[in-house]
């Protein structure tokens, strides 16, 4: 059985793992044991997330509100999801080591306010760190810093049995 990769420490402005496909930021690469062909299929780079701190016990991450509104202007609520479900899910497969998947099984979010402009940050947090299951909580603030979205978001951590997830 293979264990967690060990906590990497980081600041703000270098992720601890290497970035992906040269683009200057982490991506499906980063994560141990994600598939290189898919790479260029990452919704995360549809929405602009950019990963600005790596640590699987916090990670940070930004989406800019542009390009990611629904018809009012607003920002759309399932872009919050959709950042919160990436933060999450990358935090669990750094824990979950390059033998491992994590396969989200949760995700829940309570939106708070609404924003118009600007570049939103979240903040991901393990709650609970098991050898099966880890949840995550994710606050999302506009850059007023004021918090806009909370959500939490749970990861069942497998073994690998085969180089397809989606035969699991």
């Given at each position: 059985m293979s264990t967690a990769l060990e906590p990497r420490k980081s600041t703000d402005s270098k992720p601890s793992l290497p970035p992906s496909s040269g683009r200057g930021r982490g991506g499906p690469r980063s994560?141990?044991?994600?598939?290189?062909?898919?790479?260029?299929?990452?919704l995360a780079d549809r929405l602009g997330i950019k990963i600005t701190s790596w640590d699987p016990d916090r990670l940070v991450g930004t989406m800019p509100v542009k390009a990611n509104r629904q018809s009012y202007g607003l920002l759309h609520t399932g872009a919050s999801a959709a950042l919160a479900s990436t933060l999450g899910g990358m935090a669990a497969a750094m824990r979950a080591g390059p033998?491992?998947?994590?396969?989200?099984?949760?995700?829940?979010?309570?939106n708070h306010r609404t924003v118009y402009e600007g570049l939103i940050?979240?903040?991901?947090?393990?709650?609970?760190?098991?050898?099966?299951v880890a949840t995550y909580e994710i606050l999302v603030t506009d850059s007023r810093?004021?918090?806009?979205?909370?959500?939490?978001?749970?990861?069942?951590?497998?073994?690998?049995?085969?180089?397809?997830?989606?035969?699991?």
């Open positions: 994560v141990p044991g994600a598939r290189p062909e898919y790479d260029d299929e990452q033998d491992r998947m994590a396969l989200g099984l949760e995700l829940s979010c309570i940050t979240a903040v991901c947090t393990a709650v609970h760190a098991g050898n099966n810093n004021r918090r806009i979205c909370t959500a939490r978001f749970t990861c069942v951590l497998r073994d690998r049995t085969t180089d397809d997830p989606s035969t699991m």
